[in-house]
């Protein structure tokens, strides 16, 4: 059984969007790419919750067609044929090829031991509160922007009692990116 893992971009006080869903705050870099590579030679599905979907889906399958580079192209062409799962109560159908719906969190524990590989959530942050609260994390991937928003949705939502991690590593990006990975206490 592989990994479920989320893997989420914050800024330094701990939001994954700005105050108007902005994410104009986040940047990548080649030593950066070499991690987003890896991490998808490892993936066998992505999980969203509808917005993150949203987003996803009006970008990737165009960037296929139409990269800014050649390894933005490789990346959509990854992403377009990957398995995707979007947990949703409102979304009627999935326009992405290679994605299905699922209206409980509960489902999600069955996707996870199904996979040989990992299930990377990418979003959004209800969706780790749900999957949070069912107990069924592995591993958090915090990838610490060094800017402060000073608002917007932070990557802890819901949170009804206090828990804790446990550090297992950090990885420092040149380009002044900390990637912290943290297991359930």
């Known amino acids: 059984m592989g990994k479920l893992i989320v893997s989420m ?43 993150s979907y949203e987003m996803m889906v009006r970008y990737w399958p165009e960037a296929e067609r139409k990269p800014r580079t050649p390894w933005e192209g490789g990346v959509a062409r990854i992403l377009n044929r990957l398995p995707k799962v979007v947990l949703s109560r409102t979304l009627e159908r999935a326009e992405w090829p290679e994605t299905r719906i699922v209206r409980r969190a509960e489902e999600i524990r069955a996707v996870k031991e199904g996979a040989a590989k990992d299930v990377m959530v990418w979003g959004g ?38 828990f804790s991690l446990r550090h297992t590593k950090t990885t420092r990006f040149a380009m002044g990116l900390d990637l912290l990975y943290y297991e359930p206490a």
Do not use: C, Q
Not at 15 to 43: S, V
């Open 125 to 162: 942050a209800g969706v780790i509160a749900a999957l949070r609260e069912l107990g069924i994390i592995d591993e958090y991937r915090v990838i610490v922007h060094p800017v402060v928003l000073g608002g917007g949705t932070p990557l802890f939502t819901g949170v009804k009692e206090r």
């Open 9 to 51: 971009m914050t800024s330094l006080d701990g939001y994954i969007e700005g105050p108007n869903r902005e994410l104009d705050w986040t940047w990548e870099g080649p030593e950066f790419d070499g991690y987003i590579d890896d991490m998808l030679g490892r993936t066998e599905a992505a999980l969203f919750g509808r917005v």
